[in-house]
């Protein structure tokens, strides 16, 4: 394992599938979601016995974009489980998946309108979060959406004043970029170095998915291995933010790879990560 | 437009985004699309959503297949029109559908049993999740029950705890304890937690004294315990101690 400083953490996102895999050298992260972990009886911590440089929460229903900060039996919840298992960072996603706090779920997170109220909104969530957590470091990741709401700018010049006016870390998840870009027809590429700058910290997600011949649209299913544009992306990626990419986590939901395959595939993370810290 | 009259569009442009996506009404949303972007992606949304949703329901309501035919339709009738609530959490939606489905069809005493294990179950889970240090703490000592278990006749310092995890249930009928025969005073059970699980026992008149006299005086020494059973039960001491016994082996009580 390359120990350097520059190095991000690399691992995966814990399935029960790739636990035995764990040990392998080339992980030193691994991130917990935390609708997995929060298991009301759990007498154990999630991670169990594994000892890692970076361990991450990620959450589902912290909604950032919706009207209201979410509630403080869900935040101590999700600082409990970061607690327990000695994590530096927690993330959610850059969408709303309820209304108001007594309200409903949708069961899925939906984009944000690109406007100003969502960005003043998600703004406001997002410092009241960090409050919540001092020191661990929040990180909201660009998510793949299926369509978008009207608004009154860019996706990347949404991000990137969220990013810089609350100083959170971005979670690129380079394959939403990308899926986002196929089905939307924009650069990925262009999108990634017009947001990078305003980060102060990354993390990224790498997970791939299928092109769905009926909607004409690239689903990002993680239950793929990561396909070729997405690793010369995540290249691109690293090389852009070189210096504050903390993490890469890989994530695998469905159709789980043999033990080779979950090997194979974050030796390749590491691999690149490590030839990214060269200078051209 | 002024900052609080635009954050109260916002708030009620989501309101009404979150609460008709929910439950698919889809045309609702259709004018807040981007302009070229098309509605049907709205629906491909909405409709994995409620399949995602579904999916969990029949796995979590496995148990009714057998008795409640009309499962299925129900499952997708509930989803349709009674939303996700927010903060769901892995079970909750289970027991909202349990307690939804007396309000459209009339369940048989079997089905108001079973449908009594899904609340007990949640109940004892949320138990868990308002008393997080309560239940580490009671399954800590309980790893020690093998070993104290011994000392139980001979150790007058030892001290019996009731697992403050737990709830009581009444079924109606012998279905759930595989007696063809419905009981007429009903059958009582106590499910509580262990480690993971949720866990089971039947309550027969001597049991129900014990954990209520537990759970009115405990965690106790055994000679407070006998001396408040004396009061109330005929207890012999080694009906006792073997119920003790019992009761330390699957997790109810634990000592220290
Ligand atoms: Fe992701």
């Known amino acids: 394992m390359n120990d350097s400083a520059t190095t991000p953490a690399i691992g995966y996102a814990i399935r029960e599938q790739n636990r035995p895999i764990m040990d392998d050298p080339a992980i030193n992260a691994a991130e917990i979601t935390f609708e997995r972990a929060d298991d009301p009886l759990r007498v154990d911590r999630y991670l169990q016995d594994l000892d890692l440089d970076h361990v991450s929460v990620h959450a589902l229903k912290l909604s950032v974009a919706s009207p209201e900060p979410p509630n403080e039996t869900y935040l101590e919840a999700l600082r409990a489980i970061a607690i327990e298992n000695g994590a530096s960072s927690v993330s959610d996603h850059l969408g709303f998946t309820r209304n108001g706090d007594n309200g409903v779920e949708m069961g899925h997170f939906a984009p944000p309108p690109w406007t100003e109220a969502a960005l003043t909104a998600t703004c406001r969530n997002i410092d009241h979060i960090q409050k919540r957590f001092g020191d661990t470091r929040f990180y909201v990741e660009t998510i793949a959406y299926m369509f978008e709401f009207q608004g009154t700018m860019s996706e990347a010049d949404f991000v990137s004043k969220m990013l810089k006016c609350t100083g959170c870390g971005w979670l690129l998840d380079v394959t939403n970029v990308y899926a986002n870009a196929t089905n939307f027809k924009f650069d990925a590429y262009e999108f990634i170095e017009s947001v990078m700058p305003n980060a102060e ?69 590491r691999e690149i990560a490590e030839q990214a810290e060269v200078p051209a | 437009m002024s900052d609080n009259i635009l954050m109260k569009d916002y708030a009620e442009q989501l309101s009404r985004i979150a609460t008709s996506l929910a439950v698919a009404k889809n045309d609702v949303v259709h004018g807040d699309v981007a302009a070229g972007q098309s509605c049907e992606l709205v629906e491909m949304f909405t409709s994995g959503n409620l399949d995602k949703r579904g999916d969990k329901l029949d796995d979590q309501l496995e148990m009714f297949a057998e008795d409640l035919e009309e499962l299925p339709s129900l499952i997708s009738r509930y989803i349709r029109e009674v939303p996700l609530a927010a903060y769901d959490t892995g079970t909750s939606d289970t027991d909202r559908f349990v307690r939804w489905l007396p309000t459209v069809i009339e369940l048989t005493p079997e089905q108001r049993d079973l449908v009594l294990v899904i609340k007990s179950r949640f109940a004892v889970e949320e138990t868990g999740r308002r008393n997080r240090l309560g239940h580490v703490r009671f399954q800590e000592l309980v790893s020690l029950n093998d070993r104290l278990v011994s000392e139980l006749e001979s150790n007058d310092g030892l001290r019996i705890h009731l697992n403050p995890m737990r709830t009581r249930a009444v079924f109606e009928t012998g279905l759930l304890i595989g007696e063809e025969e419905s009981p007429e005073a009903g059958v009582e059970v106590l499910f509580f937690a262990f480690q993971t699980e949720v866990r089971t026992v039947i309550l027969e008149p001597e049991g129900r004294a014990l954990v209520q006299t537990l759970s009115d005086i405990g965690p106790c020494h055994l000679a407070s315990l006998k001396k408040q059973l004396d009061l109330t039960t005929s207890f012999d001491d080694e009906s006792l101690m073997e119920m003790l016994t019992d009761c330390s082996e699957v997790g109810l009580i634990a000592f220290s």
């Open chain 1, 201 to 269: 910290s990354v993390q990224m997600h790498l997970a791939g998915g299928f092109f769905d011949e009926q909607s004409k649209m690239y689903i990002d299913s993680h239950s793929e291995p990561i396909p070729d544009a997405v690793w010369d992306l995540y290249r691109f990626s690293l090389e852009q933010g070189r210096g504050k990419v903390d993490a890469v986590f890989v994530e695998r939901d469905q159709d789980f790879p043999d033990e080779a395959g979950w090997r194979s595939e974050i030796r390749r993370v």
